[in-house]
């Protein structure tokens, strides 16, 4: 049963892309050539690589990959571990930064132009716009063609990620947004658990009941991480509106209930987590708080540091909860690519890396680790449903289906602009530097000064 629900929960995923999408394609970019010679398979899906042996000339090819907290999620170096194991001619070089940095610094290290790195992770599709429109991402298309490589394994996913008619990168996994809680501080309260129709109403009735106890040994009923999404999601999560809009009016109710969680003290204030740079995983670890709405990215996270022995208490994941209008299953999420650096001195070995990581046998090995990949793989799928450190369960794997997805911010080509005003706004307000209808007016002057709506 398990297995056959979680093979819907991600054929349901890469439909979802197309859903949060509609019909057109808008997305990011890259291109370039000249390493070790391409002898990949014609099929384009042997994610095998004695391509990356035969450019050896004595010593090893390295590669270098950009990664972000790697040290705190299994993403990354699994795959990079299975690579050089496959390879053992390629050493990869790992430039680590952190979540919250990795756009900037990615950003500086591109406009000089230098060979390093060779692959990007791309940690948001916004960003993938504005590398492509300045030239700092290789094209793929002719590797496609040469290896006659079979992009309908993403199931449409792939598509997604084309802009300007070019092929910028492939998809590495999918996440989406889900509530995770801790089962042990519920049933030490006596409290039931989050359930998979659980409207926003419900949640903060639920947030509040759960929050306990003062000073360092509070427990908090919830927690809402300091990016702007875990406001902003919840506004555009019935796929009515996004968050390039005209009139920002419709955040309204969301800021307020989300200042209200934070000014009654079922969550922890904003102004604190910026401020002692307080990473959300920390947070539930700690068991600081009994409920966390995050992306599925964090189950992978969880069930590493139990198997570590960092954490030893039960926990669990639940849908979203959604507005008392909306059904059950509406979620907000995002897909994360993998490209190659248009300054690449290795531009076939990349592309054979790129290739791996987003291959069937690379989605196995991350269904092991709890990680949703841009391949509906079936044999993933039983991995993951079969998991030893995956919650057990119905409603655990119940919690991960949805009937419609929508992107946490379109592909406009002014996304990153336009997310730094959602930033900087989002900060005045939690901090109540801003009333609300301050913080909405600014909005929407400010976008459309970028989108020229003036």
């Not at 759960?210 to 999404?229: D, P």
């Not at 966390?292 to 669990?316: K, L, R, V």
């Not at 989002?426 to 970028?450: C, F, N, Q």
Request: hydrophobic residues 40%.
């Amino acid at each position: 049963m398990r297995k056959r629900q979680l093979m819907a929960v991600v054929m349901a995923a890469a439909c979802g892309t197309l859903v949060a999408c509609g019909g057109g394609s808008t997305a990011p970019a890259e291109s370039q050539g000249g390493a070790a010679p391409t002898t990949a398979a014609s099929s384009g899906q042997d994610s095998g690589s004695g391509q990356a042996q035969a450019g050896a000339s004595g010593g090893k090819q390295v590669l270098s990959v950009t990664t972000w907290d790697n040290e705190s999620s299994p993403q990354f170096q699994a795959i990079i571990d299975a690579y050089e194991e496959k390879n053992p001619n390629v050493e990869i070089k790992i430039i680590d930064t952190s979540a919250d940095e990795y756009n900037n610094s990615l950003g500086i290290s591109l406009s000089a132009a230098q060979p390093d790195p060779d692959v990007i992770w791309v940690k948001d599709m916004g960003s993938m716009l504005q590398m492509a429109d300045k030239e700092q991402l290789m094209p793929i298309d002719d590797f496609i063609a040469k290896d006659n490589f079979d992009m309908s394994i993403y199931k449409g996913a792939a598509e997604q990620l084309m802009y300007n008619g070019k092929a910028y990168a492939l998809p590495y996994r999918n996440d989406w947004y889900v509530l995770y809680y801790n089962k042990d501080l519920f049933d030490a309260a006596g409290v039931e658990y989050p359930s998979n129709d659980m409207t926003w109403e419900e949640y903060y009735d639920l947030a509040a009941k759960m929050t306990s106890g003062e000073g360092s040994s509070k427990v908090y009923g919830s927690h809402n991480h300091t990016w702007q999404a875990l406001v902003t999601n919840w506004a555009v999560q019935d796929g009515k509106h996004t968050v390039v809009e005209k009139d920002y009016s419709f955040m309204k109710h969301w800021y307020e209930e989300a200042l209200a969680l934070q000014d009654a003290g079922y969550i922890q204030d904003y102004s604190t987590l910026k401020t002692a740079n307080i990473h959300y995983s920390s947070v539930f670890k700690n068991q600081q708080c009994a409920m966390m709405p995050m992306g599925t990215w964090f189950i992978a996270t969880m069930m590493q540091s139990q198997q570590e022995g960092e954490t030893d208490f039960n926990w669990g994941v639940a849908r979203i909860p959604h507005p008392s209008d909306t059904e059950t299953g509406y979620t907000v999420g995002a897909l994360t690519p993998v490209a190659i650096s248009a300054f690449t001195d290795q531009p076939d070995l990349a592309w054979d890396f790129i290739k791996f990581a987003s291959s069937e046998e690379a989605a196995e090995i991350l269904a092991e680790q709890g990680v949703f990949t841009g391949i509906p793989s079936e044999a993933a799928l039983q991995t993951i449903a079969s998991a030893e450190l995956f919650p057990e369960g119905e409603s655990n794997v119940e919690a991960l289906e949805y009937v419609h997805y929508s992107f946490d911010r379109p592909l406009d080509p002014q996304i990153e602009e336009i997310r730094t005003v959602l930033n900087e706004v989002h900060e005045m307000i939690m901090i109540h530097s801003y009333s609300v209808d301050e913080g909405i007016a600014e909005l929407t002057e400010r976008v459309a000064e970028i989108k020229g709506w003036n």
